[in-house]
Protein backbone atom coordinates (compact mmCIF):
# COMPACT_ATOMS: atom_id res chain seq x y z
CA UNK A 1 0.00 0.00 0.00
CA UNK A 2 1.10 3.58 -1.11
CA UNK A 3 1.61 5.63 1.78
CA UNK A 4 -0.78 8.08 0.62
CA UNK A 5 -3.57 5.91 0.73
CA UNK A 6 -3.39 6.25 4.15
CA UNK A 7 -5.28 9.91 3.60
CA UNK A 8 -8.49 9.15 2.27
CA UNK A 9 -8.66 6.72 5.04
CA UNK A 10 -7.68 9.08 7.75
CA UNK A 11 -10.16 11.65 6.04
CA UNK A 12 -13.01 9.45 6.65
CA UNK A 13 -12.25 7.04 9.20
CA UNK A 14 -11.71 10.00 11.68
CA UNK A 15 -14.83 11.18 10.55
CA UNK A 16 -16.93 8.93 11.53
CA UNK A 17 -15.10 8.38 14.80
CA UNK A 18 -15.79 12.14 15.92
CA UNK A 19 -19.41 11.63 14.75
CA UNK A 20 -20.37 8.21 16.70
CA UNK A 21 -19.10 10.34 19.76
CA UNK A 22 -20.46 13.68 19.41
CA UNK A 23 -23.93 12.25 18.68
CA UNK A 24 -23.18 9.38 21.69
CA UNK A 25 -22.90 12.53 23.64
CA UNK A 26 -25.90 14.43 22.31
CA UNK A 27 -27.79 11.05 22.27
CA UNK A 28 -26.99 10.65 25.77
CA UNK A 29 -28.23 13.85 26.94
CA UNK A 30 -31.29 13.25 24.83
CA UNK A 31 -32.58 10.05 26.24
CA UNK A 32 -31.73 11.58 29.71
CA UNK A 33 -34.18 14.32 28.51
CA UNK A 34 -36.89 12.29 27.62
CA UNK A 35 -37.73 10.58 30.56
CA UNK A 36 -38.11 13.29 32.28
CA UNK A 37 -40.16 15.80 29.48
CA UNK A 38 -43.22 14.45 27.61
CA UNK A 39 -43.40 16.15 24.74
CA UNK A 40 -40.92 17.61 21.56
CA UNK A 41 -39.10 14.55 21.90
CA UNK A 42 -38.44 15.01 18.28
CA UNK A 43 -36.33 18.24 18.68
CA UNK A 44 -34.11 16.28 21.20
CA UNK A 45 -33.33 13.58 18.33
CA UNK A 46 -32.89 16.30 15.52
CA UNK A 47 -30.19 17.80 17.89
CA UNK A 48 -28.37 14.92 18.49
CA UNK A 49 -28.28 13.90 15.16
CA UNK A 50 -26.63 16.69 13.74
CA UNK A 51 -22.68 15.84 14.58
CA UNK A 52 -23.39 12.58 12.08
CA UNK A 53 -22.71 15.20 9.01
CA UNK A 54 -18.94 15.83 9.50
CA UNK A 55 -19.21 11.68 8.63
CA UNK A 56 -20.85 13.21 5.05
CA UNK A 57 -18.20 15.59 4.64
CA UNK A 58 -15.67 12.81 5.49
CA UNK A 59 -17.24 10.56 2.80
CA UNK A 60 -17.35 12.99 0.12
CA UNK A 61 -13.63 14.27 0.96
CA UNK A 62 -12.64 10.97 0.68
CA UNK A 63 -13.69 10.16 -2.84
CA UNK A 64 -12.37 13.36 -3.79
CA UNK A 65 -8.75 12.40 -2.29
CA UNK A 66 -9.12 9.05 -3.77
CA UNK A 67 -9.33 10.56 -7.46
CA UNK A 68 -6.56 12.77 -6.65
CA UNK A 69 -4.45 9.69 -5.24
CA UNK A 70 -5.20 7.98 -8.17
CA UNK A 71 -4.31 10.41 -10.15
CA UNK A 72 -0.71 11.26 -8.92
CA UNK A 73 0.17 7.19 -8.68
CA UNK A 74 -0.80 7.29 -12.34
CA UNK A 75 1.79 10.34 -13.19
CA UNK A 76 4.65 8.67 -11.00
CA UNK A 77 4.20 11.83 -8.08
CA UNK A 78 4.67 11.67 -4.77
CA UNK A 79 1.35 10.54 -2.85
CA UNK A 80 2.21 12.41 0.75
CA UNK A 81 0.03 15.40 0.02
CA UNK A 82 -2.92 13.38 -0.03
CA UNK A 83 -1.93 11.89 3.20
CA UNK A 84 -1.53 14.88 5.12
CA UNK A 85 -4.98 16.45 3.47
CA UNK A 86 -7.04 13.58 4.73
CA UNK A 87 -5.11 13.67 8.08
CA UNK A 88 -5.60 17.68 8.59
CA UNK A 89 -9.53 17.50 7.69
CA UNK A 90 -10.29 13.92 9.59
CA UNK A 91 -9.00 15.75 12.27
CA UNK A 92 -10.82 18.56 11.97
CA UNK A 93 -14.06 16.99 11.21
CA UNK A 94 -13.52 14.58 14.05
CA UNK A 95 -12.89 17.49 16.60
CA UNK A 96 -15.77 19.35 14.93
CA UNK A 97 -18.16 16.48 15.71
CA UNK A 98 -17.24 15.98 19.34
CA UNK A 99 -17.62 19.69 20.20
CA UNK A 100 -20.81 19.94 18.07
CA UNK A 101 -21.91 17.02 19.74
CA UNK A 102 -21.26 18.72 23.18
CA UNK A 103 -22.89 21.73 22.23
CA UNK A 104 -26.13 19.64 21.13
CA UNK A 105 -26.05 18.50 24.54
CA UNK A 106 -26.27 21.33 26.03
CA UNK A 107 -28.74 23.31 23.59
CA UNK A 108 -30.77 19.85 24.56
CA UNK A 109 -30.71 20.67 28.11
CA UNK A 110 -31.63 24.60 27.64
CA UNK A 111 -34.73 23.16 24.77
CA UNK A 112 -36.14 21.29 27.58
CA UNK A 113 -36.26 23.80 30.24
CA UNK A 114 -37.27 26.21 27.96
CA UNK A 115 -38.46 24.77 24.44
CA UNK A 116 -39.03 28.17 23.17
CA UNK A 117 -35.62 28.55 22.46
CA UNK A 118 -35.05 25.85 20.28
CA UNK A 119 -34.72 27.99 17.08
CA UNK A 120 -31.67 29.69 18.71
CA UNK A 121 -30.49 26.29 20.37
CA UNK A 122 -28.99 25.24 16.46
CA UNK A 123 -26.49 28.77 16.79
CA UNK A 124 -23.72 27.31 19.06
CA UNK A 125 -23.84 23.72 17.05
CA UNK A 126 -24.11 25.35 13.23
CA UNK A 127 -21.12 27.47 14.28
CA UNK A 128 -19.61 24.49 15.34
CA UNK A 129 -20.25 22.80 12.14
CA UNK A 130 -18.79 25.61 10.43
CA UNK A 131 -15.53 24.86 10.95
CA UNK A 132 -15.90 21.30 9.80
CA UNK A 133 -17.42 23.05 6.18
CA UNK A 134 -13.86 25.40 6.56
CA UNK A 135 -12.10 22.16 6.33
CA UNK A 136 -14.21 20.47 3.81
CA UNK A 137 -13.53 23.20 1.27
CA UNK A 138 -10.43 23.93 2.01
CA UNK A 139 -9.31 19.99 1.53
CA UNK A 140 -11.54 20.67 -1.67
CA UNK A 141 -9.35 22.87 -2.99
CA UNK A 142 -6.32 21.88 -1.91
CA UNK A 143 -6.69 18.43 -3.88
CA UNK A 144 -7.51 20.46 -6.65
Do not use: R, W
Given at each position: ????????????????????IGCGV????????????????????????????????????????????????????????????????????????IYQGK??????????????????????????????????????????
Amino acid sequence: MDFGSLGPIMCLGLAAAGSAIGCGVAGMTSHGVMSKVDEGHAKFVALSAMPASQSIYGFALMIILNGKLQELISAGKDTFSVFAIGLATGLAFMLSAIYQGKACSSAILAVAKKPEVFGMSFAAPGIVESFALFALVGGIMMAA
